[in-house]
């Protein structure tokens, strides 16, 4: 478990000094709780992600060279981080280039020893949303905490219904378990993403399923076709908006997510809920999703509760923003 989850200082010094030989994708510098605030530091693979609120001050500046320096990273992109991402365009959204040479456009990043494709050309988003990489490790290993399997072994693979699923990494993990993995993503060229990292890891991706659409809409679509599923992922944005099931608000409306999702979950299966909206408080959380699997009229039996990884430390100023339950259902 320990290499798996880096919670001691050494080990998380050992992660971000580069060290680790399975993992070059993960957060350098975390702002305030790493004593910068307002700056945010990623390393993917041979590059690193700079993120900052305002244009970067010359300390800020000496802090990243001497990371590039120590991690002899081949280039360096800084992006100005706009909290309110559903305001902003691609273009704006993107990465530029701040040092060093430019990345190629699709370049792979190593976690847990799985191979994941990045870029810095598509949108807000590289590819690989690194604050899930213990989760991403959970289903991988099969292993929640000890004595808290994510599937019980039983006759067959285990099915999973991963919903918004983006470039499909915690499908991937699924996977590389046995399961047999359905991804389903409001956008094609995540989808398409998503069957490039099956390949990279030695997955057929014809042999798993692959659903472009709105997520409220396929799971009542799959609950009237009876599919029942060892794990349901949901994991939304904070807003989305789509053409068949209108508005969706983390705030608003998780617990009419949760609901739906415990649905398709089989007796004994597992939902597992995560969100990363600031609006939205860890007790709200945990009271929406509760309430709407009760709603469900299911009960939840063993649940775990996911802290926000080592490399993402929390401080009072800028308290957890990751809320990620893995709740057994009756
Ligand atoms: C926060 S990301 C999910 C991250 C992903 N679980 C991971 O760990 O990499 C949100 C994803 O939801 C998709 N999405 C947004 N609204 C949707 C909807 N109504 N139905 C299905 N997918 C949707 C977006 O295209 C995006 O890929």
Redesign the pocket.
């Known amino acids: 478990m320990s290499s798996l989850f880096p919670t001691s200082r050494g080990a998380l010094l050992k992660l971000r000094s580069g060290r680790n030989q399975k993992t070059n994708t993960y957060r350098l510098i975390h702002g305030a709780a790493d004593d910068r605030d307002g700056l945010y530091v990623d390393r993917l693979a041979d590059y690193l992600l700079v993120q900052s609120e305002h244009p970067l001050t010359e300390a800020q500046q000496e802090t990243v060279q001497a990371l590039r320096g120590a991690l002899k990273s081949k280039g360096v992109y800084y992006k100005r981080l706009n909290r309110q991402v559903q305001k902003i365009n691609k273009t704006t959204a993107s990465a530029r280039l701040l040092m060093g040479l430019e990345a190629p456009e699709f370049f792979n990043g190593t976690e847990h020893h799985l191979k994941y494709r990045i870029s810095f050309n598509e949108g807000y ?1 590289t590819g ?2 690194l604050d ?1 990489r213990e989760n ?1 490790g959970r289903l991988l290993n099969n292993l929640i905490e000890p004595g808290f399997p994510v599937f019980e072994r039983g006759v067959g693979a285990p099915k999973i219904l ?9 499908s991937v993990c699924a996977a590389r378990a046995g399961a047999s993995t359905t991804s ?4 094609q060229k ?1 989808l398409e993403w998503g069957r490039e990292n099956f390949r990279l890891n030695q997955l057929n991706p014809d042999d798993h399923d692959f659903i472009y ?4 809409d396929w799971i009542k679509r799959l609950a009237k076709r009876g599919e029942l599923y060892d794990l349901v ?1 949901l ?3 904070t807003f ?1 908006r ?1 053409k ?2 209108g508005l ?1 608000q983390a705030k608003r409306d998780y617990g009419r997510l949760a609901k739906a999702a415990s649905a398709l979950v089989r007796k004994n299966g597992m939902l597992l809920a ?1 969100c ?1 909206a600031v609006t939205l408080s860890p007790s709200s959380f945990k009271n929406e999703v509760r309430r709407g699997i009760r709603d469900g009229g299911r009960k939840i039996v063993q649940s775990f509760q996911a802290m926000q990884p080592a490399d993402f430390p929390a401080s009072q100023n800028e308290p957890a923003y990751l809320k990620v339950s893995w709740l057994r259902l009756n």
């Not at 991963?162 to 915690?170: K, M």
């Not at 389903?184 to 956008?187: E, G, W």
């Open positions: 988003s690989l949303f899930m991403r991963n919903t918004f699923s983006y470039t499909c990494s915690l389903l993503d409001l956008s995540y659409g709105d997520t409220f992922i994991d939304p944005p989305s789509s068949v099931s969706f995560c990363n």
